[in-house]
């Protein structure tokens, strides 16, 4: 069957066009010639459903091309000469069009209804044509989707790019939201549970698994879609904690897929998972699964080298990708991420990293401990983009005889605790606080320790995940009297740092005043100048060394003003 007759075949079924909006795109054009630019940015001639309408427009486009005006005479005269006037229907329908529309001023809606409709067809055309390939392919399935992606992606290669940016708001269909946990866990989105080490989070996260996967209700009798779930995880085992923790949660095993870190290993090679650049993999999988809930956890730890979890550009940079996996396949996605040691009551700012994390989340949580029970757990809300703040859920890590890992059992009824009354109940630290300047050297002493060179920025970055600033990281360097040596790779450089070897360092000798000026006094004026003087290896090293750290004097006086600053609360 061809194009044109699939096309005619589809026409005399369903009505794929508008005759109106194909008339007013033209009337507009006879009203105010400036307004072609508008449909020439949506539309190709061959988008009009009528014949006509087509040639219209094409000659319409050719008088612009030549600077002529578009009206009434002009255009009959121009379809007159490609004896085309009467097979529109004359000059009686010219002037109908101009008749058709009060004003020029909606052209580019008009046009994009035309170009709409124009798309609806060419798909409809390409689903005729699978469907006839399906039955007469003799089997072929690969290459039929092969062939039909070919053609849908062609399709929306050709489609004229958008003149401006954004949706028109009255042509956007507004949708409710699709609760997976009616006011807690919404599909199609972001989710953030966070809290610190041993709080339960990863147990949380497998009950809720097991929930979805048969389809039971949670907590405050909300009714759980039944589906399956892609549990993503980066430090727990599959057979020792994993699956017995599903199992310990009456969970349907054959709907849940575990992801591990590890993609493939090829020799020495390791191929590990990563954001942003496998979401597309792990959108495959989702697909694939037909699932509703996607787990990571941690996210940090799949966060991709080159991703600074600090940085808010970076952290959105990873998290966009995956945001618009959640919408496109309908799936709720948790990220679990640990708390920082701020030691802060707010908790917006609490959780490890940039606040984009938090930003970028529609709904985000904190696990915690009550503080009035420590064997309750307490599931608090800190925002909630899509509907108000949903009360606090308790619960309790049970272990069952007979299981070797722990499940949640919920509490029944609400909580009169806030996140941030959870954090303000957290044990402050007693004592005196470390010092700043020993602690770094301290982690220095600690990571230089093997008397090798380390890189530069290994340091800098441990530093900074310790909470250590640049300023006292840098006079720490300076009193331990670190190292730092430049070696260069096929015209790139890098810093590399170590500890001062303790069997190079010079000692003065004991009676240092006798042995000052050892030599007579010409010999020893002579000794001075510096271009008399023969090196020995270890005096040409130290001349190197001494030009290659000559880069490092300027910013001393820095160092020492940053590392005030600090102490004084300015730098974080």
Not at 526 to 543: A, G, L, R, V, W
Request: proline share 6%; glycine share 8%.
């Amino acid at each position: 069957m061809s194009a044109g007759s699939v096309d005619r075949d589809f026409r005399s079924q369903v009505q794929t066009y508008d005759l109106d909006a194909e008339q007013s795109v033209l009337g507009a054009v006879l009203l105010d010639n400036e307004a072609l630019k508008h449909a020439v940015e949506n539309l190709r001639s061959d988008d009009f459903y009528r014949d006509a309408h087509r040639e219209i427009f094409r000659a319409m486009v050719e008088l612009a091309d030549r600077n002529r005006p578009i009206d009434a005479i002009t255009l009959a005269n121009a379809l007159t000469t490609k004896t085309l006037l009467e097979t529109i229907g004359g000059g009686a329908y010219i002037a109908e069009l101009a008749a058709c529309v009060p004003t020029a001023a909606n052209i580019a809606h008009y046009a994009r209804i035309v170009r709409d409709k124009a798309v609806l067809r060419r798909l409809a055309s390409i689903g005729i044509d699978i469907a006839n390939h399906t039955y007469n392919a003799g089997g072929d399935a690969n290459g039929i989707i092969d062939s039909a992606l070919d053609r849908i992606a062609g399709l929306r290669r050709s489609q004229p790019a958008a003149a401006v940016l954004g949706t028109i708001a009255s042509d956007v269909r507004e949708r409710p939201v699709d609760w997976l946990w009616l006011g807690y866990i919404p599909r199609g989105t972001l989710v953030v549970f966070e809290g610190d080490p041993g709080k339960g989070k990863s147990t949380l996260i497998t009950t809720l698994a097991a929930n979805v996967s048969r389809g039971r209700a949670l907590p405050g009798g909300s009714a759980c879609p039944a589906g399956s779930v892609v549990l993503i995880s980066a430090e727990d085992s599959p057979e020792q904690t994993i699956v017995p923790r599903l199992r310990a949660a009456d969970a349907n095993l054959a709907r849940v897929r575990i992801v591990g870190p590890l993609l493939e290993k090829k020799g020495a090679a390791l191929n590990i998972l990563s954001l942003p650049k496998h979401v597309e993999l792990i959108e495959k999988t989702v697909s694939a699964e037909g699932a509703i809930l996607v787990a990571i956890d941690p996210f940090n730890a799949f966060l991709g080298e080159q991703i600074d979890s600090h940085r808010d550009h970076d952290i959105r940079r990873a998290l966009a990708p995956l945001a618009a996996m959640a919408e496109r396949t309908g799936a709720a996605v948790i990220v679990v991420r640990h708390l920082n040691k701020s030691g802060g009551e707010n908790p917006l700012y609490r959780g490890g990293g940039s606040i984009g994390i938090t930003a970028t989340a529609r709904v985000t949580f904190l696990v915690a401990n009550d503080p009035k029970d420590a064997g309750r757990r307490i599931l608090a809300c800190i925002k909630n983009n899509l509907a108000p703040v949903p009360p606090s859920r308790a619960f309790r890590l049970v272990q069952a005889e007979g299981d070797q890992v722990a499940h949640v059992e919920w509490i029944a009824g609400d909580v009169a605790l806030s996140a941030a009354d959870l954090l303000a109940e957290e044990p402050k630290p007693r004592g005196p606080k470390p010092d700043k300047l020993e602690t770094a050297k301290a982690l220095i002493q600690g990571l230089l320790s093997d008397g090798r060179e380390h890189p530069a920025a290994d340091l800098d970055r441990t530093a900074k995940s310790a909470g250590i600033s640049h300023g006292h990281l840098m006079n720490a360097r300076s009193e331990l009297g670190v190292v730092t040596r430049r070696q260069d790779f096929g015209g790139r450089g890098a810093w590399f740092v170590s500890l001062p070897n303790p069997d190079s360092m010079p000692t003065e000798p004991e009676n240092s005043d006798s042995m000052r000026n050892p030599l007579p006094d010409k010999d020893f004026a002579k000794s001075q100048d510096p271009n008399s003087m023969t090196k020995t290896p270890i005096e040409s090293e130290f001349q190197k060394g001494s030009e290659v750290a000559r880069g490092t004097h300027q910013e001393e006086a820095e160092i020492e003003r940053l590392a005030a600053a600090d102490d004084e609360g300015l730098i974080e």
